[in-house]
């Protein structure tokens, strides 16, 4: 069988050795990183019932962009609160990406913040810097994936999702005035 995509054999120590230099540089690329609640679907208020999820058109044809990756970054105060568990969160994550892959949309990976101040539960009882406006989720992210940072975005709808851009020094995009071509043009012209 012919196979014209990357592939390395790392089953010697010197392909092993040659993998550690090579991979990254396959690997390295932008990334967007992007709002659930109001961004990727419609934000009725702490959502987490499978029947709630609704996916907003528009968001979906902006993202629709191959070579990157694609990160949601979510606060999800509702945890903390006591409206919803982290199960309930995992579920409708779980189903909500099941419905991007139907749209060709395959999200990398996702970071979640449960915590706030005078939350319900003990354990989400604290102030974090994981909740946007601070950057730590996608902080966290890029230690785990080679991302080229100086070309990536943040979709959000929200000015903590803004502030949260503006701290990890990328460009942002409001989703009530993104279009798919300004996405790609970013992203072609870089």
């Known amino acids: 069988?012919?196979?014209?995509?990357?592939?390395?054999?790392i089953g010697t120590p010197k392909n092993f050795k040659l993998s550690n230099k090579i991979l990254p540089k396959y690997l390295y690329k932008p990334a967007i990183f992007i709002d659930r609640d109001g961004t990727i679907i419609k934000?009725?208020?702490y959502v987490h019932k499978l029947k709630d999820l609704r996916i907003i058109g528009k968001t979906i044809r902006a993202i629709n962009y191959k070579n990157c990756y694609k990160f949601i970054v979510?606060?999800?105060?509702?945890?903390g609160r006591g409206y919803f568990s982290e199960q309930?969160?995992?579920r409708f994550q779980n189903h909500l990406k099941w419905k991007l892959i139907k749209h060709n949309i395959?999200?990398?990976d996702v970071r979640y913040c449960p915590f706030i101040q005078n939350a319900k539960f003990k354990k989400y009882n604290k102030k974090s810097q994981f909740r946007k406006?601070?950057?730590?989720?996608l902080i966290d992210l890029c230690r785990k994936y080679f991302i080229d940072l100086k070309n990536s975005v943040?979709?959000?709808?929200?000015?903590?999702d803004k502030l949260c851009a503006e701290k990890t020094k990328i460009q942002y995009f409001?989703?009530?005035e993104i279009s798919t071509n300004r996405i790609k043009e970013f992203f072609n012209k870089n």
Not at 74 to 79: A, E, L, P
Request: glycine letters at 8%; zero cysteines; a negative charge.
């Open 1 to 9: 069988n012919f196979f014209s995509n990357f592939f390395i054999d």
């Open 43 to 45: 934000d009725k208020g």
């Open 74 to 79: 979510t606060n999800q105060s509702g945890i």
């Open 88 to 90: 309930d969160f995992f």
């Open 106 to 108: 395959l999200i990398d």
């Open 133 to 137: 406006p601070d950057n730590l989720m």
């Open 154 to 160: 943040m979709i959000g709808n929200s000015i903590s």
């Open 174 to 176: 409001d989703v009530n």
